[in-house]
């Protein structure tokens, strides 16, 4: 009877995996169909491409490419008319008609692998930029790993030139300038420790290291 009893579990655990990985298969299928239109972009591979003003974002935590369209969506980011980037991602994100659209291509994205972007930003200094990182590192990890539980996206990986040019957006208040997105609100506050455009070049030449 008991040997009977655990057979049974056992085949209804197979089954479920079996259900498991057909549902998870079936929403990768749709992640990879709904981003045909995002690597228009972003490229095939999520690779980035910085003509578009695309980051790379191969790989990028799923629960933060999830909160980023659903703030994109609501029009907490991206109404700025000095952030063409994200003036193009506001009208793209509403194409995703529901929340399992988001949850879907969110999957597919951080399901490709991590990407090393191209080095485009020169003149920085990496030793310095280890310095001004420490600060830094408190939210987004000192491997630039990002931690969910403080809404830190992770850095690495991501494309150099992006980075630059989305901490001269918080320091000019470009972003962080609505309150209805309250991690950038603090990210503007945060970036104006980076008090020249040499500190910044120097921080992100350090994140660049971080691979």
């Not at 291509?105 to 080095?119: F, G, M």
């Not at 403080?150 to 040019?165: A, G, I, K, Q, R």
């Not at 910044?200 to 660049?208: C, N």
Request: proline share 4%; glycine share 10%.
């Amino acid at each position: 009877m008991i040997r009977k009893l655990i057979a049974t579990t056992a085949a209804l655990y197979a089954a479920s995996l079996m259900v498991t990985g057909l549902s998870l298969a079936d929403e990768n299928a749709r992640g990879r169909a709904l981003f045909d239109l995002c690597a228009q972009c972003h490229g095939s591979a999520a690779q980035g491409t910085e003509l578009y003003l695309a980051p790379a974002i191969a790989g990028l935590d799923e629960w933060y490419v999830i909160s980023q369209l659903n703030v994109f969506k609501s029009g907490a980011r991206g109404l700025n008319y000095q952030d063409v980037g994200g003036m193009r991602m506001h009208p793209m994100s509403l194409w995703l008609k529901t929340d399992d659209d988001v949850q879907a291509i969110a999957s597919y994205v951080a399901s490709l692998p991590k990407v090393n972007p191209p080095t485009v930003v020169h003149g920085g200094n990496a030793a310095d930029g280890k310095t001004l990182y420490a600060t830094c590192s408190a939210c987004h990890g000192q491997a630039g790993e990002g931690n969910k539980s403080m809404n830190s996206p992770p850095l690495s990986h991501m494309s150099d030139w992006y980075l630059v040019s989305t901490l001269q957006k918080f320091k000019e208040g470009i972003r962080g300038g609505n309150p209805a997105n309250t991690n950038a609100v603090l990210m503007r506050g945060m970036s104006n420790m980076l008090t020249t455009d040499q500190a910044i070049k120097d921080v992100v030449a350090y994140i660049s290291t971080l691979k």
